[in-house]
């Protein structure tokens, strides 16, 4: 599986952006997608998880602000955020995972494939 992200940029404290991750391949639906992100000098923490089923998963970071969705006729898991700030400054990077169990969605270990990570800016 190859997976592209896509929807970065650089946005003022409070916009919405909406990232993608386009997936090759046929068995995307098999697929535990999750998305992750590293900021400046930080480690990778967990953002936003989607069963194969689409059950959603937060970090507490995100709750309520971001929302993850998949659309397996067109292989793309994507993100939604509003009311970022300048905290949501990182790179974030989609994962693919084939076998992972539900309480392990936000560990990255887990997955099997990441895509190259897409820079969002969020100035204050």
């Known amino acids: 599986v190859q997976l592209q992200a896509s929807g970065g940029g650089l946005v003022q404290a409070g916009d919405s952006l909406r990232l993608s991750c386009a997936a090759s391949?046929?068995?995307?639906?098999?697929?535990?997608m999750g998305w992750f992100r590293r900021a400046p000098g930080k480690d990778r923490e967990f953002v936003a998880a989607?069963?194969?089923?689409?059950?959603?998963y937060y970090a507490d970071a995100v709750k309520g602000r971001f929302t993850i969705s998949r659309d397996n006729a067109e292989n793309t898991v994507y993100l939604q955020m509003k009311s970022l700030g300048p905290e949501d400054t990182a790179v974030y990077y989609c994962?693919?995972?084939?076998?992972?169990?539900?309480?392990?969605?936000?560990?990255?270990?887990?997955?099997?494939?990441w895509g190259q990570g897409t820079l969002v800016t969020v100035s204050s």
């Open positions: 989607i069963s194969r089923g689409s059950n959603t």
């Open positions: 391949g046929r068995t995307f639906r098999s697929y535990v």
């Open positions: 994962a693919a995972g084939a076998r992972i169990i539900v309480s392990s969605y936000g560990n990255g270990d887990q997955y099997d494939y």
